[in-house]
């Protein structure tokens, strides 16, 4: 698919800090959303973020249905399918970054500029309340996940590569050191705080482990 233009718009929303704020309960997340679909993409991004995480749809290390089925229509250049299968990733995910790049680049080459729109503008929006979260560059002022796909679909709309990956503590919680790559092969560690799925993970052990 062609992604050029939105990977080199995206590259320019690294921006400065902002605070992260928790919401409260799972239902706001519907709330948020109904608003989202409704056309109003001026929403808050974080807010939308955490409500997700704190609603019963959250599921942080889980592969949502259809997503295999959307990477491999991307690579066929397949846009009936990949449309398809990022709807229903979305319907299970709404924060999921790639499906909204996936679905604004087939949008676009389908000529519904309306669709692509939208999708392009919720992408942004979700890579811009990443980068506000945090500065990104060390342990102390780390951005702010939801979960990992976050981290890779927001270091890939800045142009990396990721070469590893390692869990680091920062602060009281843990975050995920990023080593990474630009395509001029420059090298460069980028942190994120992983808290959010790492608490959910544990509960999810715990829960296990009660049975």
């Known amino acids: 698919m062609r992604r050029t233009a939105f990977l080199v718009a995206a590259g320019l929303c690294v921006i400065a800090n902002a605070a992260w704020a928790d919401t409260a309960g799972g239902t706001q997340y519907d709330v948020i959303l109904a608003d989202l679909k409704g056309g109003h993409t001026e929403i808050d991004y974080a807010a939308l973020r955490v409500a997700y995480a704190n609603s019963a749809h959250y599921d ?68 811009r309340s990443i980068a506000r979260s945090g500065d990104g560059t060390t342990a102390a002022s780390p951005y702010v996940v939801m979960a990992v796909k976050e981290e890779y679909a927001f270091l890939y709309s800045q142009g990396y590569k990721v070469t590893s990956q ?10 995920d050191a990023m080593s990474v790559e630009d395509h001029d092969g420059k090298k460069t560690t980028f942190f994120f705080d992983v808290s959010r799925p790492m608490v959910w993970l544990t509960k999810q052990f715990g829960a296990k482990g009660a049975k």
């Open 60 to 127: 942080p290390y889980g592969e949502p249905p259809g997503r295999e089925a959307m990477l491999a229509a991307s690579k066929a250049h397949d846009c009936g399918a990949l449309l398809d299968a990022a709807n229903r990733v979305l319907n299970d995910d709404f924060t999921d970054i790639e499906a909204h790049v996936l679905s604004a680049d087939c949008a676009a080459e389908r000529g519904d500029a309306s669709s692509a729109k939208f999708h392009h503008d919720v992408a942004m929006g979700l890579i």
């Open 166 to 175: 390692a869990l680091v503590k920062c602060g009281a919680g843990e975050c």
